[in-house]
């Protein structure tokens, strides 16, 4: 199973598209089309490059720019498929639209749930038992061999 978070989530997808054994894949507050979220040369400075080596703010955001339907996990989540997809997103996330979860829902082919939390922040900072409970319920329903 995979799991992630934000552009973790992006990854996840992505990665496990590609990858058949991978059994379940869980996102949260995941980027599912970087076409449709736009990220300044100064996001890019204040989020991502202070931890990146020996790329600039400019690069990144040239790099993100640049970014097609291989890299975009709405373009690639219907390869999971008969896999396990779990997408739990908040209606109040201030950095990713919750429309890129629904967006990514409508476009992944079953088995997929997406659970929506009405006021969590990107993080679920002060929703974290809401977080938990959903993945561990999601979790315990799973008919997964062990290893999955």
Same mark, same amino acid.
């Given at each position: 199973m995979v799991v992630g978070h934000s552009l973790g989530g992006w990854a996840a997808v992505l990665a496990s598209a590609g990858d058949p054994r991978v059994r379940a894949v869980v996102v949260y507050g995941a980027? /599912?089309?970087? *076409?449709?979220?736009?990220? $300044?040369a100064a996001d890019a400075a204040e989020e991502f $490059?202070?931890?990146l080596r020996g790329i600039t703010p400019e #690069?990144?955001?040239?790099?993100?720019?640049a970014l097609d339907a291989a890299?975009?996990?709405? #373009?690639?989540v219907a390869r999971l498929a008969p896999r396990l997809l779990l997408i739990l997103? /908040? *209606?109040?996330?201030e950095v990713v639209p919750v #429309?890129?979860?629904e967006a990514l829902f409508a476009r992944a082919g079953d088995p997929r749930q997406l659970l929506i939390h009405p006021e969590a922040n990107h993080a679920f900072a002060w929703h974290r038992p809401w977080l938990r409970s959903h993945l561990l319920d999601w979790l315990q329903g799973l008919d997964l061999p062990a290893g999955g």
């Open positions: 980027v /599912s089309d970087p *076409r449709t979220l736009p990220f $300044t $490059t202070p931890w #690069e990144f955001q040239t790099q993100w720019q890299y975009a996990p709405v #373009e690639q997103h /908040s *209606r109040a996330d #429309e890129q979860a």
